[in-house]
Nanobody, 126 residues
Framework: QVLVVESGGGVVQAGGSLRLSCVVS????????IAWYRQAPGKEREPVPA????????SYRDSVKGRFSISSDNAKNTVFLQISSLKFEDTAIYHC???????????????????WGQGTQVTVSS
């Protein structure tokens, strides 16, 4: 079962913007909250922000703070990740998945590989 489908990636010049989309096939899955992750070449996967059904979000890591913004359209079971002022280090595959945390509202703490989608590639060029 395909739970999430990510889209919106591409090749963008440094300083540009993108809006990534995550369409969630199962509303009950969406209601548990959705987290974005990214994995850059040669690096470990890292969480970007997460958003709950009511719009509550986690804090942003320092490397993306002020440039990344997560939002959602619950009527469309879609979560967005707006990325602006793109930097070379933002180059990565971006995935969305269920938000698992160790405490209510806490940052994404783990994921289930079986719940991953294909991801969407973001490449920042000069």
């Amino acid at each position: 079962q395909v739970l999430v489908v990510e889209s919106g990636g591409g090749v963008v010049q440094a300083g540009g913007s993108l809006r990534l989309s995550c369409v969630v096939s199962d509303q009950s899955f969406r209601k548990k909250g959705i987290a974005w992750y990214r994995q850059a070449p040669g690096k470990e996967r890292e969480p970007v922000p997460a958003i709950g059904w009511s719009g509550e979000t986690t804090s942003y890591r320092d490397s993306v703070k002020g440039r990344f913004s997560i939002s959602s359209d619950n009527a469309k079971n879609t979560v967005f990740l707006q990325i602006s002022s793109l930097k070379f280090e933002d180059t990565a595959i971006y995935h969305c998945t269920r938000w698992y945390s160790d405490s209510p509202g806490g940052p994404p703490a783990r994921y289930e590989p079986s719940q991953w989608g294909q991801g969407t590639q973001v490449t920042v060029s000069s």
